[in-house]
Structures are given as C-alpha cells and as structure tokens.
C-alpha cells in the first residue's frame, strides 16, 4: 500500500531568528549555524522572528512586543509542531495548543554578573528566563555550568534539562 505524500514531506521545525537581521552576535552565530545543521540534516527550517528575513518577520516590531504578544498567534497557525527558541528566553508566555517548545539558554551573566548590565535589563531577564523555563518542554543548556547555574537559580526540573 502506498503512503501518502504527507509522511514525505520533510520534518519542520520553527527557529527563533529574532538576531538574524542583527549584528553578529554569539547567540546569532548559534542560531544561523543551528538553522544550517538542521537543514543539512534534512528538516525544514521556518526562521520566526527575525526583524526582515525569513518566512515570518516581524517588521518594525520590537523584539519583546513580538515575542510576548505576538508569537503564540504565529505559531498557532504554523503546521511546524515545534518551535527552538535560541536566545535565552523568547518562548511564549504560555503554551501554545499543539507545539512543542525548546529553549537554549546560553548563560547567566544578568545573574551571574549583575554590575554588568541595566537593573531594568536584569529584571527583564529574570521575568522572561523565569516564564520562559516554566512553559518550556525541553531546555537545552550550552554547558554544565549554565545549566548549574539554572538549576541553582531557577525551579526547573530536572527532566528538562539536555546538555550540549
């Protein structure tokens, strides 16, 4: 029997490109570089996000008015069942019917090193990693020592947690 033309089509995953039309930072290299290892392996790669390119940019939008508000109704009529979120946070306040959610966190240097950065930006980043790890299906830390740090930090189970 012949199997329908669905199960031919590659899988798809949902990427945060939020710094995609950014300067090059670390966490962009990541995400570019993510996006290029999945394709290479396969998958259908919809960059969400990102300020003018990919397949669903945000515009003029901020960043966190796009992440906070719009986001969830994005994805809701997106067919990708996940969606890898790479640049610490930037998951939707809640969960979103029928989509899986992955967050990398990179570091804790807002934490780890508050003199570093704006009380307004520490806050920020508290509240959003804090509703970020709660909705989160899995967690993919960069090291041993940023998922310490998160787990010492932050209530987040254990089962989350993947180390790369």
């Given at each position: 029997m012949a199997r329908p033309?669905?199960?031919?089509?590659?899988?798809?995953?949902?990427?945060?490109?939020?710094?995609?039309?950014?300067?090059?930072?670390?966490?962009a290299l990541y995400g570019r570089k993510l996006a290029e290892a999945l394709e290479k392996a396969g998958l259908r790669v919809r960059r969400i996000g990102a300020r003018h390119a990919g397949e669903n940019p945000r515009g003029d939008?901020?960043?966190?008015?796009?992440?906070?508000?719009?986001l969830a109704p994005v994805l809701s009529n997106?067919?990708?069942?996940?969606?890898?979120?790479?640049?610490?946070?930037?998951?939707?306040?809640?969960?979103?019917?029928g989509k899986q959610l992955v967050l990398t966190v990179h570091d804790l240097i807002p934490e780890l090193l508050p003199q570093s950065v704006s009380l307004a930006y520490r806050l920020q980043f508290r509240l959003w990693l804090s509703r970020s790890v709660?909705?989160?299906?899995?967690?993919?830390?960069?090291s041993r020592k940023t998922r310490d740090d998160l787990t010492a930090r932050f209530?987040?189970?254990?089962?989350?947690?993947?180390?790369?």
């Open positions: 033309a669905e199960d031919h089509l590659p899988l798809s995953v949902a990427l945060d490109a939020s710094l995609w039309d950014e300067p090059t930072t670390g966490i939008t901020s960043r966190t008015i796009y992440f906070l508000a719009k997106l067919d990708e069942p996940l969606f890898h979120a790479v640049c610490n946070f930037n998951l939707p306040p809640a969960r979103v019917s709660r909705v989160a299906d899995k967690i993919i830390c960069v209530d987040v189970a254990e089962e989350k947690l993947v180390v790369v």
